[in-house]
């Protein structure tokens, strides 16, 4: 008997361990178990991680956030929010930090999205991230790192307007498309066509100097205009598949272009589901074949945020692009009455048949984070809610469905830190979790 007892003990202890770090697995669900976790050393003090991208040695780049406020009150002041990048090895462990060079008092930093560029023989990294002064307007920064965290050159967009930055694509080794929204007139942006609204920006830029080698504007005739995706495919007769937003005062739509070329004077325009009286904000996109596309959308009705998924074709008729579903999914609640239902990652999954995506939601004091498991053929949704530890958010979720690994960053509260970790008194850790 003593010898049962002492053998379920050790037994129940293994379960509780395994509980603690195979990562969110549930029968029926999906199996991703945590190959590492890692809190990134503090050094200010309040830090999260808002976007990662893996690296070629397995590893991972982290665009960091931080809030510098140490005086006694703890308010906030502009220019206390900063952005740096960290590089950690294929267990996690850090290698380098890169800290953004000219911080100014005059604005705080939001970090945009950091992007590997593969396709050199020593990769290196582009950031984006937005300045945003006492008025709330942004200007544009961007930092080309190389793989030992040294930066190789720095620029700004910027005119006298407000200027942000969504997103990039690497298209070879000398080329790299931004991509945003403006509505300035000079400076970065002055042979912007005058229209008094927002337009959406896709800029052609000089990986190795960072010079802009092309500037192109577009506007679908709505009163503001941004660009939130850019999808290539040299498969395609129409190579770029264009994904923005829209508003014309009322609602918020999301618009849809293909073009052959980025100058192109014939192009192929669809505003997604321009009939209802729903706004759309755009959540997610992933090509599952030649002009097969699942996307996911923020929706908001009567002050409450739902999702929508939709899976799609697209064709070319008439001068015009033409959607047509093969399924939709037009409201998808997480928690009934939330305000706040935002995703974090859109990545395919490695099963060949479904899309990985993560999503937030809650209140700032209780933020939570829910797995779907979304098949891309038929739109039937598997959900699992999952955090490694109590005091752990997520802000992004990277995945390579080749090699079957994702990544997770986010924050960690003081409470939930084990003992050994060094910081500073105060706020939350940048957290990392490769599954």
Not at 122 to 134: F, H, P, Q, R, S
Not at 245 to 266: F, S
Not at 334 to 344: M, P, V, W, Y
Request: charged share 20%; with cysteine; aromatic share 12%.
């Amino acid at each position: 008997m003593r010898k049962l007892f002492i053998f379920l003990v050790l037994l129940s202890s293994l379960l509780m361990i395994s509980c603690e770090t195979a990562g969110p697995v549930n029968p029926g669900l999906f199996s991703l178990p945590v190959q590492w976790v890692t809190t990134l050393q503090r050094t200010t003090d309040g830090e999260q991680g808002v976007f990662l991208e893996q690296t070629s040695d397995g590893g991972y780049v982290v665009l960091v956030e931080y809030t510098d406020t140490l005086n006694p009150s703890n308010e906030r002041a502009l220019g206390d929010n900063g952005v740096k990048l960290s590089k950690l090895d294929n267990i996690g462990e850090p290698q380098w930090t890169y800290e953004l060079p000219d911080k100014s008092d005059a604005y705080d930093e939001k970090g945009a999205f950091v992007i590997r560029n593969g396709y050199v023989k020593a990769e290196t990294y582009l950031i984006g991230v937005n300045k945003i002064d006492k008025n709330n307007s942004s200007d544009i920064k961007l930092s080309y790192v190389n793989n030992s965290g040294n930066l190789i050159w720095e620029t700004s967009l910027s005119g006298s307007g407000n200027d942000v930055i969504c997103g990039a694509l690497i298209l070879d080794q000398y080329k790299a498309l931004v991509y945003g929204k403006t509505n300035s007139y000079d400076g970065s942006f002055d042979n912007r066509p005058l229209n008094y609204d927002d337009d959406g920006f896709i800029f052609v830029i000089n990986n190795e100097n960072g010079e802009i080698s092309e500037r192109h504007y577009y506007d679908s005739g709505r009163v503001d205009n941004s660009i939130k995706r850019v999808l290539y495919n040299p498969a395609d007769p129409q190579k770029y598949f264009i994904i923005g937003e829209i508003n014309d005062g009322k609602l918020n739509k999301l618009w849809m272009r293909k073009i052959a070329q980025l100058n192109a004077t014939a192009s192929y325009d669809h505003i997604f589901k321009a009939d209802d009286a729903e706004n759309y904000f755009f959540g997610g996109i992933t090509e599952t074949s030649l002009n097969s596309y699942v996307l996911g959308c923020e929706k908001n009705a009567g002050g409450e945020n739902d999702l929508g998924f939709y899976g799609f074709n697209t064709t070319v008729e008439n001068n015009a692009l033409v959607v047509s579903f093969s399924f939709e999914i037009d409201h998808y609640s997480l928690e009934t009455g939330s305000a706040a239902e935002q995703f974090i990652g859109f990545s395919p999954f490695s099963d060949g048949e479904s899309i990985l995506i993560g999503t937030k939601y809650g209140s700032e004091s209780s933020y939570r984070n829910t797995f779907l498991l979304l098949n891309r053929e038929t739109g039937a949704i598997k959900q699992q809610e999952y955090r490694y530890k109590v005091g752990v958010v997520y802000e992004h979720l990277n995945g390579n469905p080749f090699s079957s690994t994702y990544g997770l960053t986010g924050s960690v509260t003081p409470a939930a830190l084990e003992s050994n970790i060094k910081r500073v008194a105060g706020g939350h850790a940048a957290w990392v979790e490769s599954l």
